[in-house]
């Protein structure tokens, strides 16, 4: 069952009403969950379900289960099973014959996505990227022609060179939203070009606190690359017009999409300096 990602007033009335029916909580950190049903008046034997005990922790619930008992699986945070433990349990209850019922709720992936406002009806849920940069870069260059939106979480110690790599990797013009703090006191949704996010986040220590949600735009769909004579057009313009200027009437002249005439004209402005 989902639960909120930072706002406790975002738990659903069915997610309650689960809550207090079930005998027991399968927990990632049983203190974190039994804070959330302190706080709606629940009280409930709470199981330990973490990553490295989740096997164990399998067997505790399907002995309860076996037993006629009900058990209800939280974790921190939003959903189980979406980048946190999960899936195991889930598959060896219904392997075992139970059935497995979702209570749908709280995702940062999604509730990023939400206000990202990119048309795009695919996405791509990556979730962590490597942590070590040359791997990092490596699945990013993979994931390159994607054209699916992608989401990504995102540690705070890591963010910016994050931003860095995703604007290397997939070229400045994308846009990005980071959305940091989602439903907590210091929510920040920030959009922009990938060109701009690390030096957006570098320009205050506020703006790398706390947890990420970083969401790309996809690839361009093959033939809207801009070709050589949007290229000419762009480079004629940049002579003489602001970058946001000179990209707005290259794409109305040329039809090429916004987004790689950006790239194209931060290249262009990069290799001038
Ligand atoms: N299962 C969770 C879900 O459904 O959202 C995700 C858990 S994952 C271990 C934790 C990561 O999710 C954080 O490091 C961060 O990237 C993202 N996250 C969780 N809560 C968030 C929030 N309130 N705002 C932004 N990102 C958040």
């Given at each position: 069952?989902?639960?909120?990602?930072?706002?406790?007033?975002?738990?659903?009335?069915?997610?309650?009403?689960?809550?207090?029916?079930?005998?027991?909580?399968?927990?990632?950190?049983?203190?974190?969950?039994?804070?959330?049903?302190?706080?709606?008046?629940?009280?409930?034997?709470?199981?330990?379900?973490?990553?490295?005990?989740?096997?164990?922790?399998?067997?505790?619930?399907?002995?309860?289960?076996?037993?006629?008992?009900?058990?209800?699986?939280?974790?921190?945070?939003?959903?189980?099973?979406?980048?946190?433990?999960?899936?195991?349990?889930?598959?060896?209850?219904?392997?075992?014959?139970?059935?497995?019922?979702?209570?749908?709720?709280?995702?940062?992936?999604?509730?990023?996505?939400?206000?990202?406002?990119?048309?795009?009806?695919?996405?791509?849920?990556?979730?962590?990227?490597?942590?070590?940069?040359?791997?990092?870069?490596?699945?990013?260059?993979?994931?390159?022609?994607?054209?699916?939106?992608?989401?990504?979480?995102?540690?705070?110690?890591?963010?910016?060179?994050?931003?860095?790599?995703?604007?290397?990797?997939?070229?400045?013009?994308?846009?990005?939203?980071?959305?940091?703090?989602?439903?907590?006191?210091?929510?920040?949704?920030?959009?922009?070009?990938?060109?701009?996010?690390?030096?957006?986040?570098?320009?205050d220590p506020d703006r790398i606190?706390?947890?990420?949600?970083?969401?790309?735009?996809?690839?361009?769909?093959?033939?809207?690359?801009?070709?050589?004579?949007?290229?000419?057009?762009?480079?004629?313009?940049?002579?003489?017009?602001?970058?946001?200027?000179?990209?707005?009437?290259?794409?109305?002249?040329?039809?090429?999409?916004?987004n790689d005439l950006y790239r194209l004209a931060l290249e262009m402005?990069?290799?001038?300096?």
């Amino acid at each position: 069952m989902a639960t909120p990602i930072g706002n406790l007033r975002d738990i659903g009335l069915r997610a309650l009403d689960v809550l207090s029916g079930v005998d027991a909580v399968a927990a990632e950190d049983t203190r974190v969950t039994a804070r959330l049903l302190e706080r709606h008046g629940i009280a409930k034997p709470l199981i330990t379900a973490r990553e490295h005990n989740e096997r164990r922790a399998s067997r505790r619930v399907l002995d309860l289960l076996a037993s006629g008992k009900a058990v209800a699986l939280a974790c921190d945070a939003g959903t189980p099973a979406i980048s946190d433990p999960g899936a195991l349990l889930v598959s060896a209850a219904r392997a075992a014959g139970y059935a497995v019922t979702p209570v749908p709720g709280p995702n940062a992936a999604v509730a990023a996505l939400s206000v990202a406002g990119f048309a795009n009806p695919h996405f791509l849920f990556h979730g962590f990227l490597p942590s070590r940069a040359a791997e990092r870069r490596g699945v990013l260059a993979g994931l390159a022609r994607e054209r699916a939106t992608l989401v990504f979480h995102e540690a705070p110690h890591r963010v910016r060179e994050c931003a860095a790599d995703l604007a290397a990797v997939l070229g400045g013009g994308r846009g990005i939203v980071i959305a940091r703090e989602l439903t907590k006191l210091y929510e920040s949704i920030h959009v922009c070009r990938l060109a701009e996010a690390e030096a957006w986040l570098a320009a205050d220590p506020d703006r790398i606190r706390g947890e990420f949600v970083l969401v790309v735009e996809g690839a361009p769909p093959p033939g809207r690359e801009a070709g050589g004579e949007a290229r000419r057009t762009l480079e004629i313009l940049l002579e003489s017009l602001p970058v946001s200027r000179a990209v707005a009437l290259a794409a109305r002249l040329t039809g090429a999409r916004r987004n790689d005439l950006y790239r194209l004209a931060l290249e262009m402005k990069g290799r001038d300096q």
